[in-house]
């Protein structure tokens, strides 16, 4: 990829990508409340790229997991779970829109998307676990989110950055029970903004981020098994990265390295009602969450109208956290 002929295979290639809002990567979590629908690592190479002409693009992950850790607040076995296993299916459906309506002199492109999961929980632990996980299946909350796509930045015939700024809103609208420990859905709105970019150093290589911030609502109808008389919880404020880079082996195949890192920075909050026995962290939420996720990744353009992103995650560090391997697939449909 030289000099103008690089310059027409990116925009080819990354004109239909502009989304990737936050995408619901559910995790079993044990002792905290952070939200199921959170795009852990499920957008990665050229991320900061994106359609900045005015058009719909469909864009479906679909994703596996199978979480055979569940760690507590020094980043071991819990011993409260033995032999755990939690597999889960994920379809992510998501629609993109990019108006014709630009700011900044016509540099970033007004756009908006809509995300809508559908998950399946199967969830086994050994009989002599002093606890177990129950689970519910179905449609997960639906995100809606805003965003800005900038124009590429061109220096000698070629792109050499991009970027996108978006604000993501994350609507309890999916399944959720206080009978179950976990739910296609949260309970509780979030709000989620980030911005994602995209570097190519080369014409053959490429380092792309998308840097997250999460903020929770509070969940007035929390899980209490034990009834110690919640009213209701809120999972602390969280932020993570999105890390990716790759090589060009051809112009159509790119092989490199993926990860993540999640970190939570505020306690998890429990409000009581009237006459109860407060308990400042109930139901073995010992801390703050972390996760570290690294794996080889894949993008593939098999032709104009269709682009390809695998994902293999390995969550090699975990606290407050189910840890195990995560397989994801991104597919990019422009109309």
Known sequence: MKGNASSTWMRAAFGALALGAACALPTAQAGNLEPAGINLGGTSFFDGFGATKPGLAYLGYYQYQHLNHVEDNNGNDSPGFKNPNIDVLLMLNQLAYTTDKTFFGGSAHLGFTGLLPLLRFDPSFDATSPNKLNSENGFGDLTLGAYLQFDPVFSGGRPVYSQ???LDVIVPTGKYSSAYDINPGSGFWSINPYWAGTWLPTPKTELSWRLNYLYNFSNNNPR????????????????????TASYAVNPELHVGLNGYYFEQFTNDTYSYQSGATPVSMPYGDTGKAQVLAIGPGVFWKADEKNMWFVNLYDQVQAKNHARGTVLNVHWVHPF
């Open 164 to 166: 996108r700024m978006e």
């Open 224 to 243: 209490d098994p034990a009834h110690l008389g919640l009213s209701s919880d809120k999972a602390g404020q969280a932020g993570w990265i999105n890390f």
